[in-house]
């Protein structure tokens, strides 16, 4: 039986192009998740790799999509390889039990480990260089500009928190939060 196994790495990301490279292949049950590959719980992964069997095809898009590093990929492979199961990389091809074969899935493994860590240190780079910019802020970007802010927490001098909310649909919390920066910058 072939299976397919997706995954991304944000709830923000999606699925869907893996998931449509999986039905292509024709894969019978596609196991899917939204989970990051530097953890080693990941749920539905750990389902699949109960039920796979001798002679059973897993079917994966990307190395890097099933395993968290190379050593972690070539551990499991051979786990898989020692079960009779097939190693479909799409962007690679079929990996099989023969030493040519466990060749290619070491050195690939090395590159999606390799790709994956420099994809890393660009980001922590970018993240530098934004810390040098004076207006530079970590994290979410507010919901709301401080004009509305400013707008809110004027209503809210001449109405409770619940009608502030109704108007302008900004939280208490997020009204409490203000209220209280604006006290401390007027200290």
């Given at each position: 039986?072939k299976y397919g196994?997706?995954?991304?790495s944000?709830v923000h990301?999606?699925?869907e192009?893996?998931?449509?490279?999986l039905?292509?292949?024709?894969?019978?049950?596609i196991?899917?998740?939204?989970?990051?590959?530097?953890?080693?719980?990941?749920?539905e992964f750990t389902?699949?790799l109960d039920?796979?069997?001798?002679?059973?095809t897993?079917v994966?898009?990307?190395l890097?999509r099933f395993a968290?590093?190379?050593?972690?990929?070539?551990?499991?492979?051979?786990?898989?390889?020692?079960?009779?199961?097939k190693?479909?990389?799409?962007n690679?091809?079929l990996?099989e039990n023969?030493?040519t074969?466990?060749?290619i899935l070491?050195?690939?493994?090395?590159?999606a480990?390799f790709e994956?860590?420099?994809?890393v240190?660009?980001?922590?780079?970018?993240?530098?260089?934004?810390?040098?910019k004076?207006?530079?802020?970590?994290?979410?970007?507010n919901?709301?500009?401080k004009k509305?802010?400013?707008?809110?927490l004027?209503?809210?001098?001449?109405?409770s928190?619940k009608?502030v909310e109704?108007?302008t649909?900004i939280s208490?919390s997020?009204l409490?939060?203000?209220?209280?920066?604006l006290?401390e910058?007027?200290?």
């Amino acid at each position: 039986m072939k299976y397919g196994y997706a995954r991304v790495s944000t709830v923000h990301q999606d699925l869907e192009s893996q998931v449509q490279q999986l039905k292509k292949e024709s894969c019978e049950v596609i196991y899917k998740e939204k989970f990051t590959g530097t953890k080693k719980e990941r749920p539905e992964f750990t389902k699949l790799l109960d039920v796979l069997k001798d002679g059973d095809t897993l079917v994966i898009t990307k190395l890097d999509r099933f395993a968290r590093s190379a050593e972690d990929g070539i551990s499991i492979i051979k786990e898989l390889f020692e079960r009779g199961v097939k190693v479909h990389v799409l962007n690679m091809g079929l990996v099989e039990n023969t030493p040519t074969g466990r060749l290619i899935l070491t050195i690939m493994s090395g590159f999606a480990e390799f790709e994956r860590d420099m994809i890393v240190e660009r980001t922590q780079e970018g993240k530098a260089i934004a810390r040098q910019k004076p207006d530079f802020r970590e994290g979410r970007p507010n919901k709301y500009s401080k004009k509305q802010i400013e707008h809110a927490l004027k209503l809210l001098e001449m109405n409770s928190y619940k009608q502030v909310e109704a108007m302008t649909g900004i939280s208490k919390s997020t009204l409490i939060r203000a209220k209280r920066k604006l006290k401390e910058r007027k200290r």
